[in-house]
């Protein structure tokens, strides 16, 4: 009886030893360096917001945070990663739409669960994108568009960065709500479908504003509607969806930081406040603006739930748009 008291008391003080352990961490956290994955190539629009956000958490926790770039399967291969990596706040992951919602519909073979296994620590911007037709086309308007879609279906054809990509998405998304019929033309990227735009060898692509504005102001490019909630600054007097009368048809992607699934509460709550206050520093703000990326203000908890709600949301689309990959 007595050794069974002793052995009691062991394990006892043994879970009392690593609680405070556990909180002593905590409390320190961080003290290494810190890594962010990118799960995208580096240059790009994700991999350039990264360095912005660990920049400023870099001066915050004075210790080095670096971004590392792990590419591949639309973000999955560098997302996986972080889900399998030790929950101890020290590897985090950029996580977007498609990471963590948009490639669950898009694929079978994914050997994780991302809302499961990926702590939502928090979200950092949503991400319009531009509908835009060549300059040569008869569309003026989004609603020209649409009357010459609905008088001779798939005749206008659409250009996108490729199957289940968000310019793919985005117009199969315009097609259900507006009842059009478009054809699709995929490319391998956005860059040469942007060329053919110009060219007049496609009729109209969703595409980013970081890349696309300089062609509009050019007058190479004619937009007919932003994506998204809001308007752009760059482009002032571009209507978005909504104005236009077709505010379901807006689809915006996003953006958030991540964390492996068990990592503490209390680190989450530290990353989280400081992430917070990176996304709303004045310079960060004006210049996400210039590209179309609005600040998102979500949290904990909250990010999460938002997360798990967007699942659904995306599956709905990729299984309308048939574009499913296996």
């Not at 994108?129 to 659409?158: E, H, M, R």
Request: proline share 6%; aromatic share 8%; charged share 20%.
């Amino acid at each position: 009886m007595k050794k069974r008291t002793y052995v009691a008391l062991f394990l006892s003080a043994m879970a009392l030893f690593a609680a405070r352990v556990a909180c002593a961490n905590e409390d320190s956290y961080p003290n290494k360096p810190i890594t962010i994955v990118v799960p995208f190539s580096a240059g790009g629009i994700s991999d350039n917001q990264t360095r912005l956000i660990a920049e400023k958490l870099s001066k915050a926790f004075k210790q080095s945070v670096v971004v590392l770039n792990k590419v591949g399967a639309s973000g999955m291969i560098g997302a996986e990663y972080v889900a399998r990596s030790q929950p101890d706040g020290y590897t985090l992951l950029y996580g977007t739409h498609g990471t963590q919602a948009a490639n669950l519909a898009l694929y079978d073979d994914i050997r994780f669960n991302p809302p499961k296994d990926l702590k939502a620590v928090h979200s950092l911007w949503r991400q319009s994108s531009i509908l835009v037709t060549g300059s040569a086309t008869p569309y003026k308007t989004l609603q020209n568009l649409i009357d010459a879609a609905k008088a001779a279906p798939g005749k206008i054809n659409y250009g996108s960065a490729g199957k289940g990509t968000q310019t793919h998405l985005a117009a199969e998304n315009l097609q259900s709500v507006a009842g059009v019929e478009f054809t699709h033309v995929p490319y391998k990227g956005s860059a040469p479908a942007l060329t053919d735009l110009i060219a007049g060898q496609i009729d109209i692509m969703f595409n980013y504003p970081e890349s696309t504005t300089q062609f509009i102001q050019q007058g190479k490019l004619r937009a007919l509607a932003v994506n998204g909630a809001n308007r752009l600054t760059v482009l002032p007097d571009v209507k978005t969806m909504g104005e236009l009368g077709y505010p379901d048809a807006a689809l915006e992607g996003w953006s958030g930081i991540f964390a492996p699934a068990g990592t503490p509460d209390a680190v989450i709550s530290k990353l989280a406040g400081e992430i917070a206050k990176a996304t709303h520093d004045p310079k960060i703000e004006a210049s996400m603006k210039k590209i179309g990326s609005f600040t998102m203000d979500l949290s904990g908890p909250d990010f999460q739930k938002f997360v798990e709600s967007e699942v659904p949301h995306w599956r709905s689309i990729v299984e309308s748009s048939g574009a499913k990959n296996n």
